[in-house]
T-cell receptor, first 116, second 113 residues
Framework: GAVVSQHPSRVICKSGTSVKIECRSLDFQATTMFWYRQFPKQSLMLMATSNEGSKATYEQGVEKDKFLINHASLTLSTLTVTSAHPEDSSFYIC????????????FGQGTRLTVV | QKEVEQDPGPLSVPEGAIVSLNCTYSNSAFQYFMWYRQYSRKGPELLMYTYSSGNKEDGRFTAQVDKSSKYISLFIRDSQPSDSATYLCAMRGEGGATNKLIFGTGTLLAVQP
């Protein structure tokens, strides 16, 4: 099946610093990528949708200046958490949707962000 | 009312049992229905994908969609301890505002050896 690689799997950073998370589709071209946030024992909350070469579409309540999303190529999207604070600590997951694969989005392994 | 309702469980069954997981939804525009399995601290893994109404079988897994009742199910036969995970239903429409996946809250399943 299609593979989506997300890196890093775990990161600890100091409050006020920025963290970049990468999401790569390894064997297909992802026209659309999605970024989710998941709190413990809760479902996935969509943060934003990104299409290659265009600006991301953010969900209501998600700060676009805090969560910077770049989808520069058909295989790579990045999420940068700027000026991170402890309340940004969470599990962030990306997914990619490819028309060629013919099925629904595949998910990365997730990134556990801890801001201290 | 949430767009997608799913019993969070936990659901505990003995090894070998048949497991039934369900979701209901309210948006009649949904056409694509998915079931994902998520192990602790991992990303979701796509298990089953169904378009519109009907049944789909893959090994020990069977997915059913009843659009008239707005009800979807996932059955797991001969359940194994390795099936212990959170199962998330997800669905979406064809495009536009309904193009993003809407997830249920997930059902935590524990299969006891």
């Amino acid at each position: 099946g299609a593979v989506v690689s997300q890196h890093p799997s775990r990161v600890i950073c100091k409050s006020g610093t920025s963290v970049k998370i990468e999401c790569r589709s390894l064997d297909f071209q992802a026209t659309t990528m999605f970024w989710y946030r998941q709190f413990p024992k809760q479902s996935l909350m969509l943060m934003a949708t990104s299409n290659e070469g265009s600006k991301a579409t953010y969900e209501q309540g998600v700060e676009k200046d805090k969560f910077l999303i770049n989808h520069a190529s058909l295989t790579l999207s990045t999420l940068t958490v700027t000026s991170a604070h402890p309340e940004d600590s969470s599990f962030y997951i990306c997914s990619a949707r490819a028309v060629e694969v013919g099925t629904e989005a595949f998910f990365g392994q997730g990134t556990r962000l801890t801001v201290v | 009312q949430k767009e997608v309702e799913q019993d969070p469980g936990p659901l505990s069954v003995p090894e070998g049992a048949i497991v039934s997981l369900n979701c209901t939804y309210s948006n009649s525009a949904f056409q694509y229905f998915m079931w994902y399995r998520q192990y602790s601290r991992k990303g979701p893994e796509l298990l089953m994908y169904t378009y519109s109404s009907g049944n789909k079988e893959d090994g020990r897994f069977t997915a059913q969609v009843d659009k008239s009742s707005k009800y979807i199910s996932l059955f797991i036969r001969d359940s194994q301890p390795s099936d212990s995970a959170t199962y998330l239903c997800a669905m979406r429409g064809e495009g536009g505002a309904t193009n993003k996946l809407i997830f249920g809250t997930g059902t935590l399943l524990a299969v006891q050896p």
